[in-house]
């Protein structure tokens, strides 16, 4: 793996014939920080002067640009993230679309996500979205323990996720998906399934679920250390997990990664793209693209995103290029997680052994040529990985 630095700019790209190619566009706005995120977002007070208009005309700037270093690419996939997509509202979310339909032709099929949270919606605004392209939407939901709601300092009320779901399946959304985390401090196994069935009833075909993890630097972390919540447990954490995964398999879901469910269809073929090797272009402060064995990131915040952009420079803060070492490991760590599994045959000599060890000890089965995590295996997944790898 070779790592450049200053001056930063990449060198050509060549998307690959054949793969999946998305575009992925960070909005780095929240109307308040949640106590455990560690994301690339900002809050008012912390934007230094960058307003949702400049971003979105940097943006703009940004996916020119891009349209140039990449060429005439199809894009299958966009997904908009952040931060809070749904703070920019029914016309600066269009904006955003009309900005990549202006430097990238769309596949007649393509998947437009936005992510959104609840609070920031409403049944006009998700009939807006609708109208405007938009097919997916990701709401984030949590909990609807007001108790665990209040832990992760999330402001939405129990029952408005649940609530914004119905209301874009309404706007015409055929996939619609809720977010979860388990293993908050204080949850009970109550909790998690009344939340869970929360999510059932308001008709989703996508649930993700993610257990808690309390990051360096986070609020969260400093109330950890100061002895005021305590650390999730991994046991209870496995345990929540089989829950989850028992009430959704009966509720006829059935997990495609193994944080993420769906329906049949109700996919997130964005997400797929990454874990499947596609390529993509990453768009706003902070994100992250990969194209053409490169991956780079831009800067962080909004204000020098726009700055560099002003200039007429990609604000691209460094990249690497992948040797083909790395990308076997990246590859091995991404596709194991999939249902579909890992082909048997992107395995080296020293770790086919292995693998056949851990098919003996019950983490992984063969299915045809590929390798696929078992029920146990999917709640040791990291160590599954750890231990395949040279």
């Not at 940004?62 to 016309?91: K, M, Y």
């Not at 938009?134 to 909990?143: D, H, P």
């Not at 992760?152 to 029952?159: E, I, N, Q, V, Y």
């Not at 879901?253 to 329906?263: A, L, P």
């Amino acid at each position: 793996m070779t790592v450049r630095t200053a001056p930063v700019a990449l060198p050509a790209l060549r998307p690959t014939p054949g793969r999946p190619f998305g575009v992925y566009i960070h909005v780095p706005f929240c109307a308040t920080r949640c106590g455990y995120c560690d994301f690339n977002t900002y809050t008012p007070g912390e934007l230094g002067g960058a307003t949702p208009d400049g971003w979105l005309a940097a943006l703009g700037a940004e996916l020119a640009a891009a349209a140039g270093h990449v060429g005439a690419v199809r894009i299958d996939t966009v997904f908009v993230g952040g931060g809070t997509p749904s703070l920019l509202g029914a016309a600066g979310l269009t904006a955003v679309l009309d900005a990549v339909r202006a430097n990238f032709a769309l596949a007649p099929d393509a998947e437009v996500t936005t992510e959104a949270n609840p609070e920031s919606t409403s049944p006009v605004l998700f009939e807006q979205l609708r109208a405007a392209g938009y097919t997916r939407i990701s709401l984030g939901m949590q909990s609807t323990a007001p108790h665990v709601l209040a832990t992760l300092d999330r402001t939405h009320s129990p029952g408005r996720a649940a609530e914004a779901a119905r209301e874009a399946a309404a706007a015409g959304f055929d996939h619609v998906s809720l977010d979860l985390i388990y293993g908050t401090p204080g949850e009970s196994d109550d909790d998690l399934l009344r939340s869970l069935d929360a999510a059932l009833a308001a008709g989703v075909d996508h649930l993700s679920a993610y257990a808690l993890i309390v990051e360096d630097g986070t609020a969260m972390a400093r109330r950890v250390r100061r002895g005021e919540l305590a650390m999730p447990d991994d046991d209870v954490l496995a345990r929540r997990y089989e829950l989850l995964d028992g009430r959704l398999r009966d509720a006829g879901f059935d997990w495609y990664e193994v944080s993420n469910w769906s329906r049949p269809g109700g996919e997130c073929r964005h997400n797929l793209g990454y874990w499947n090797g596609g390529e993509w272009w990453g768009a706003g402060p902070g994100a992250h693209g990969f194209v053409d064995a490169v991956r780079w990131w831009n800067t962080k915040h909004p204000t020098g995103y726009a700055r560099q952009l002003a200039d007429g420079v990609l604000p691209v803060a460094d990249y690497e290029r992948l040797d083909a070492d790395t990308r076997h490991i990246e590859d091995v760590m991404l596709r194991v997680r999939l249902r579909s599994g890992l082909p048997a045959r992107v395995l080296t000599d020293t770790e086919r052994p292995r693998a056949d060890a851990m098919v003996d000890g019950g983490l992984l089965r063969r299915a045809a040529d590929r390798l696929v995590l078992t029920d146990r295996g999917r709640l040791l997944a990291d160590a599954v990985v750890r231990d395949l790898l040279d």
